[in-house]
């Protein structure tokens, strides 16, 4: 069980993989030289897994923004060095929803939103500040707005501009468009992310096989 040690603290599982012969599969995180460094592993033997494994890995790097960790095979990280954790472990479970080709690149930043009646747009402003905007002749846009402003907030810990809360930005000052691609549906109806998160800190109680000794 020495390799157990070896892959970090388990921060999010995805347990019963409906696109792969039901295998867990987990997100753990590696702190090297101050630096945060993510892992996708499973314990399964299926065959498949390896290759599930890789596409989850790709499309968590795709979805979440993250790069190849230097000196480190195998560990992903943001550019900018941070955890993200909150948002990563959500990206985690949304790519994980999918079977291996429905795993595309980044999400856009534009979407139709029902409740405003209109397309909803994030707005990268450099050092990672983001304005979410909508068309000025769409009645409810500057409600929605600021909802969706204050989901980013929720979803990826983000601090909300107190003069202006239609914008948001991480705290590390450095882009994340594709975290804010991937999570801008979820922002729309954080609502409903709220309710998977009580899933989720339910089943995180649940060690996966062979993983109980992770802390
Ligand atoms: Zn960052």
Same mark, same amino acid.
Do not use: W
């Given at each position: ?33 101050? #630096?945060?460094?993510? &892992?996708?592993?499973?314990?399964? *033997?299926? =065959?498949?897994?390896? $290759?599930? +494994?890789?596409? @989850? /890995? ?30 990563? #472990?959500?990206?985690? &479970?949304?790519?994980?929803?999918? *079977?291996? =080709?429905?795993?595309? $690149?980044? +999400?856009?930043? @534009? /979407? ?30 500057? #409600? ?72």
């Amino acid at each position: 069980m020495g390799q157990t040690r070896d892959l970090g603290r388990r921060i999010e599982l995805h347990s019963m993989d409906p696109h792969c012969h039901d295998i867990s599969l987990g997100l753990y995180r590696q702190i090297h030289d101050g #630096r945060s460094g993510y &892992l996708v592993h499973s314990y399964s *033997a299926a =065959e498949a897994a390896e $290759g599930r +494994l890789s596409a @989850i /890995r790709d499309g968590l790097a795709a979805h979440a923004g993250l790069v190849p960790m230097e000196g480190q095979p195998g560990l992903l990280e943001f550019p900018c060095g941070e955890d993200h954790e909150k948002a990563l #472990r959500r990206t985690f &479970l949304e790519v994980c929803k999918r *079977a291996d =080709e429905e795993i595309d $690149g980044p +999400l856009p930043l @534009i /979407r139709h939103d029902k409740k405003a009646e209109c397309e909803l747009t994030v707005n990268s402003e450099g050092n990672g500040q983001y304005r979410i905007t909508a068309p000025e002749s769409a009645e409810k846009g500057p #409600r929605r707005v600021r909802a969706v402003a204050r989901g980013f907030v929720k979803l990826c810990e983000m601090e909300i501009d107190e003069s202006d809360e239609s914008v948001v930005k991480f705290s590390c000052h450095v882009d994340h468009d594709s975290l804010m691609g991937s999570l801008f549906f979820r922002a729309q109806n954080v609502r409903s992310a709220m309710q998977e998160d009580e899933l989720s800190a339910g089943r995180g109680v649940l060690a996966a096989p062979g993983s109980q000794d992770d802390s």
